[in-house]
DNA sequence: CGAAAGGCTCTTTTT
DNA sequence: GAGCCTTTCG
């Protein structure tokens, strides 16, 4: 296949321009990820450039994943030598391979946001603070501003200028100090590291400099300042620089992403090639329409004009609905109208919210409808406490300085280890200069030796400490010769967690991760035993939600609006389209904040290939109390002959008296819809203890059955499915 | 030391 | 509403 054909001109330019630094600007749906792909194959082939020269940085593990996949079809047999990932997966090699120069021992753990807060609740602590008035998360992000910016804690110090930023110096002093003593790095690290090894180390960077003669970064307005330092340290010698954003699109300042890198680019490679993507093959001319009203109203941008072959399409739906829960079921409701009635899928839906706290109403409605869904965030899987828990002895076992993991685990399970044995432990390993697993080697020691006196310890909390300390030799010692799945089941069996978890009300669930997590760790069991554990720990450390996102699976999406940059469907639905939701509170006096939110809103638009629906609720819950929000400002700005309402949403005034009675005119005018509901008594009446099948969700037992209004709402344990709670209407039980 | 209960505060978005 | 922390009691 040839690479250029099936280009526009304007793609062809930017696969084609290989020399010096060039500048993509692509809007939503122009073929960009072709682009990088194409352009990476061209310099393969056409070029002749081997593929050990190209660097390609992505936003998420899943783009890199992708553009391998893509790759491997165009120029197989090239992946292997490419370097594609993250800023922080590929940094993260860097400093394992070439840290020592920086003192970074190459076995390093990574930290993570909860990792971190718990080590500035620590320095808090000492620092004799008060972690009420010094909120730990304030703290943090602060502190990864000041990373982001390159800011190191003596420069923090001298140029603060408030009481907090005082309070932040010192902390981000003593905070940097105990993740040396853990030989652990932040997130931030991973980045700031590596420019700082580069500045300070120019012998290494020249190595890197001349194996990456080409490199590419892709959505380019979400770089941050140490990103952007670091893309042009190594591309400083050949220039070969490509870079791929739209301004538009750009939505995480909040994580020290700075738009002026775009601008920054431009002043410091004036000679530039500049391309322009604004065809879009993905959104009808109305969706696209749709979207460029809303993003027109942003004052600080560059206007572009966007266009598309495709047809007008269907108009732009906007509902109101009255409450979150009417909201979720006029979703469910449409879903699977235009499943039953369409040829759309359920993989073809996505329900998108600003905030991950919508999802639950959501996730309650289709599970009564017994529509099939994926939820992309949640409760990530990586931050549950039986994963991180798990997680930890390995952690340990790979670095036993790592403070944060042996707090974590050193009483997990329980084993007579509480906190004054801790507070007592830490502090006489302080004394004494030597981690807190050291010290607890010594108390094994001083037992063997019977000196018992050569430690602070009662002879319980001695037992304890040693018990646990030679626990964890046992675990390393496996780790030097075992596969990591032998140590897995090693660590799950024998630091008792399995045996603890019988007590847990959720034990079946939190048991179905922890055999997950073994699926993970099976990956990784044909590289040597050492190698395994550091891999293993970096993809955990590393991964994003929507890493594990598959569209493949033919079910409803369930994701927030920054996840969902990059994706598409044919349908998609944004909720919440409400003033404090969408724009959110905290960013609606804030003239910047507010632009953002607004991209946000764009990028929610520009998703859509078919489809789109705009849900409003007009009185929300929020913490327990109901507010009344109005509809969110974005939606003035889309003009009215492209928006409509469905058929059966009638209400030309859909104000409060109309929306209240909304609920009713779901099923009334539903008469052309697949699924009849019935407002009758249901036909079978279930009660606790009958066993029955559902469609879906297979074989299961009644535990619980209540009247609501006219029906019943029946709880089932599934078998392998967990517990759902459905609407007998609805969900098509059958009495087995 | 650990389990249980009650009280508190926030919840934007995430590599 | 939930997760986290503190308090209380055995």
Same mark, same amino acid.
């Given at each position: 296949?040839?690479?250029?054909?099936?280009?526009?001109?304007?793609?062809?330019?930017?696969?084609?321009?290989?020399?010096?630094?060039?500048?993509?600007?692509?809007?939503?749906?122009?073929?960009?990820?072709?682009?990088?792909?194409?352009?990476?194959?061209?310099?393969?082939?056409?070029?002749?450039?081997?593929?050990?020269?190209?660097?390609?940085?992505?936003?998420?593990?899943?783009?890199?994943?992708?553009?391998?996949?893509?790759?491997?079809?165009?120029?197989?047999?090239?992946?292997?030598?490419?370097?594609?990932?993250?800023?922080?997966?590929?940094?993260?090699?860097?400093?394992?391979?070439?840290?020592?120069?920086?003192?970074?021992?190459?076995?390093?753990?990574?930290?993570?946001?909860?990792?971190?807060?718990?080590?500035?609740?620590?320095?808090?602590?000492?620092?004799?603070?008060?972690?009420?008035?010094?909120?730990?998360?304030?703290?943090?992000?602060?502190?990864?501003?000041?990373?982001?910016?390159?800011?190191?804690?003596?420069?923090?110090?001298?140029?603060?200028?408030?009481?907090?930023?005082?309070?932040?110096?010192?902390?981000?002093?003593?905070?940097?100090?105990?993740?040396?003593?853990?030989?652990?790095?932040?997130?931030?690290?991973?980045?700031?590291?590596?420019?700082?090894?580069?500045?300070?180390?120019?012998?290494?960077?020249?190595?890197?400099?001349?194996?990456?003669?080409?490199?590419?970064?892709?959505?380019?307005?979400?770089?941050?300042?140490?990103?952007?330092?670091?893309?042009?340290?190594?591309?400083?010698?050949?220039?070969?620089?490509?870079?791929?954003?739209?301004?538009?699109?750009?939505?995480?300042?909040?994580?020290?992403?700075?738009?002026?890198?775009?601008?920054?680019?431009?002043?410091?490679?004036?000679?530039?090639?500049?391309?322009?993507?604004?065809?879009?093959?993905?959104?009808?001319?109305?969706?696209?329409?749709?979207?460029?009203?809303?993003?027109?109203?942003?004052?600080?941008?560059?206007?572009?004009?966007?266009?598309?072959?495709?047809?007008?399409?269907?108009?732009?739906?906007?509902?109101?609905?009255?409450?979150?829960?009417?909201?979720?079921?006029?979703?469910?409701?449409?879903?699977?109208?235009?499943?039953?009635?369409?040829?759309?899928?359920?993989?073809?839906?996505?329900?998108?919210?600003?905030?991950?706290?919508?999802?639950?109403?959501?996730?309650?409605?289709?599970?009564?409808?017994?529509?099939?869904?994926?939820?992309?965030?949640?409760?990530?899987?990586?931050?549950?406490?039986?994963?991180?828990?798990?997680?930890?002895?390995?952690?340990?076992?790979?670095?036993?300085?790592?403070?944060?993991?042996?707090?974590?685990?050193?009483?997990?399970?329980?084993?007579?280890?509480?906190?004054?044995?801790?507070?007592? %432990?830490? @502090?006489? $390993?302080?004394?004494?200069? &030597?981690?807190? #697993? *050291?010290?607890?080697?010594?108390? +094994?020691?001083?037992?063997?030796?019977?000196?018992?006196?050569?430690?602070?310890?009662?002879?319980?909390?001695?037992?304890?400490?040693?018990?646990?300390?030679?626990?964890?030799?046992?675990?390393?010692?496996?780790?030097?010769?075992?596969?990591?799945?032998?140590?897995?089941?090693?660590?799950?069996?024998?630091?008792?967690?399995?045996?603890?978890?019988?007590?847990?009300?959720?034990?079946?669930?939190?048991?179905?991760?922890?055999?997950?997590?073994?699926?993970?760790?099976?990956?990784?069991?044909?590289?040597?035993?050492?190698?395994?554990?550091?891999?293993? %720990?970096? @993809?955990? $450390?590393?991964?994003?939600? &929507?890493?594990? #996102? *598959?569209?493949?699976?033919?079910? +409803?999406?369930?994701?927030?609006?920054?996840?969902?940059?990059?994706?598409?469907?044919?349908?998609?639905?944004?909720?919440?389209?409400?003033?404090?939701?969408?724009?959110?509170?905290?960013?609606?006096?804030?003239?910047?904040?507010?632009?953002?939110?607004?991209?946000?809103?764009?990028?929610?638009?520009?998703?859509?290939?078919?489809?789109?629906?705009?849900?409003?609720?007009?009185?929300?819950?929020?913490?327990?109390?109901?507010?009344?929000?109005?509809?969110?400002?974005?939606?003035?700005?889309?003009?009215?002959?492209?928006?409509?309402?469905?058929?059966?949403?009638?209400?030309?005034?859909?104000?409060?008296?109309?929306?209240?009675?909304?609920?009713?005119?779901?099923? +009334?005018?539903?008469?052309?819809?697949?699924?009849?509901?019935?407002?009758?008594?249901?036909?079978?009446?279930?009660?606790?203890?009958?066993?029955?099948?559902?469609?879906?969700?297979?074989?299961?037992?009644?535990?619980?059955?209540?009247?609501?209004?006219?029906?019943?709402?029946?709880?089932?344990?599934?078998?392998?499915?967990?517990?759902?709670?459905?609407?007998?209407?609805?969900?098509?039980?059958?009495?087995?």
């Amino acid at each position: 296949m040839d690479i250029l054909t099936e280009l526009n001109p304007a793609q062809k330019k930017a696969v084609q321009a290989i020399n010096g630094p060039v500048l993509i600007l692509a809007g939503p749906g122009s073929g960009k990820t072709r682009v990088i792909t194409h352009r990476v194959a061209y310099l393969i082939r056409t070029c002749k450039v081997s593929p050990r020269h190209i660097i390609a940085v992505t936003f998420t593990n899943k783009a890199a994943k992708e553009m391998v996949e893509r790759l491997d079809k165009l120029v197989p047999g090239s992946v292997k030598e490419l370097t594609i990932g993250t800023f922080h997966a590929i940094c993260a090699k860097i400093l394992r391979i070439d840290g020592k120069a920086m003192g970074i021992e190459s076995n390093f753990v990574i930290y993570d946001d909860d990792d971190q807060t718990a080590i500035i609740k620590r320095c808090l602590q000492e620092l004799n603070l008060d972690p009420k008035q010094h909120a730990p998360q304030a703290i943090a992000s602060a502190i990864s501003k000041a990373k982001s910016t390159l800011i190191q804690p003596k420069d923090y110090v001298k140029r603060s200028r408030s009481y907090f930023e005082e309070v932040v110096g010192r902390v981000y002093e003593r905070y940097e100090q105990m993740l040396r003593e853990s030989k652990a790095l932040d997130f931030d690290d991973l980045l700031m590291k590596t420019v700082l090894l580069f500045r300070k180390h120019p012998e290494v960077l020249a190595r890197y400099q001349e194996r990456y003669i080409h490199v590419m970064v892709d959505e380019f307005q979400d770089t941050n300042l140490v990103q952007y330092e670091l893309v042009k340290q190594i591309s400083d010698k050949y220039h070969n620089i490509c870079v791929v954003g739209d301004p538009d699109q750009s939505i995480y300042s909040w994580r020290s992403a700075d738009l002026r890198n775009i601008l920054s680019f431009e002043h410091d490679y004036p000679d530039a090639t500049l391309i322009l993507l604004e065809q879009n093959y993905r959104s009808t001319k109305t969706i696209l329409e749709t979207a460029s009203n809303v993003i027109s109203a942003n004052k600080k941008r560059k206007a572009k004009r966007l266009w598309t072959e495709n047809d007008d399409g269907e108009r732009t739906f906007v509902i109101e609905a009255y409450t979150e829960q009417e909201e979720a079921q006029f979703v469910a409701n449409e879903i699977e109208r235009l499943v039953g009635r369409s040829h759309f899928r359920l993989g073809d839906c996505a329900v998108m919210y600003r905030t991950n706290a919508q999802s639950r109403v959501l996730e309650e409605a289709f599970i009564r409808y017994g529509i099939p869904y994926r939820l992309v965030a949640g409760t990530r899987f990586y931050e549950r406490r039986e994963i991180k828990d798990i997680v930890a002895y390995f952690r340990l076992v790979q670095n036993p300085h790592d403070s944060v993991s042996l707090q974590r685990i050193i009483n997990v399970p329980g084993r007579g280890i509480g906190q004054q044995t801790i507070g007592k %432990l830490s @502090s006489w $390993a302080k004394s004494m200069g &030597v981690s807190a #697993y *050291d010290a607890m080697q010594l108390i +094994v020691e001083a037992k063997r030796n019977k000196n018992i006196d050569d430690q602070p310890f009662d002879v319980r909390s001695s037992d304890a400490l040693a018990r646990f300390s030679e626990l964890m030799d046992d675990f390393v010692e496996k780790s030097q010769n075992a596969n990591l799945v032998e140590l897995f089941d090693m660590v799950v069996e024998k630091s008792g967690y399995k045996q603890s978890l019988k007590n847990d009300p959720d034990k079946d669930e939190r048991w179905e991760n922890i055999m997950e997590l073994r699926t993970v760790a099976q990956q990784y069991r044909d590289l040597s035993p050492r190698e395994s554990l550091t891999a293993f %720990l970096e @993809s955990v $450390a590393l991964v994003s939600d &929507v890493d594990g #996102y *598959d569209e493949k699976l033919d079910r +409803v999406t369930l994701i927030t609006l920054h996840q969902a940059k990059g994706l598409e469907f044919q349908v998609v639905f944004i909720v919440g389209v409400e003033e404090k939701l969408l724009p959110h509170i905290r960013s609606i006096d804030d003239p910047d904040q507010l632009e953002e939110e607004r991209r946000l809103c764009y990028v929610g638009i520009t998703r859509a290939k078919q489809r789109i629906y705009l849900v409003h609720a007009f009185r929300r819950t929020f913490m327990g109390t109901s507010t009344v929000n109005p509809p969110s400002r974005f939606l003035d700005d889309i003009p009215k002959n492209l928006v409509a309402t469905p058929g059966w949403w009638r209400g030309d005034e859909p104000r409060v008296s109309d929306a209240v009675f909304s609920w009713n005119r779901v099923r +009334v005018d539903e008469t052309e819809s697949k699924p009849k509901v019935s407002t009758g008594v249901p036909a079978v009446d279930l009660k606790a203890g009958d066993h029955v099948r559902h469609s879906q969700f297979g074989e299961g037992v009644v535990v619980n059955s209540k009247k609501v209004n006219d029906d019943s709402e029946v709880t089932v344990a599934f078998s392998g499915q967990g517990i759902k709670r459905l609407l007998l209407s609805l969900a098509k039980l059958e009495n087995i």
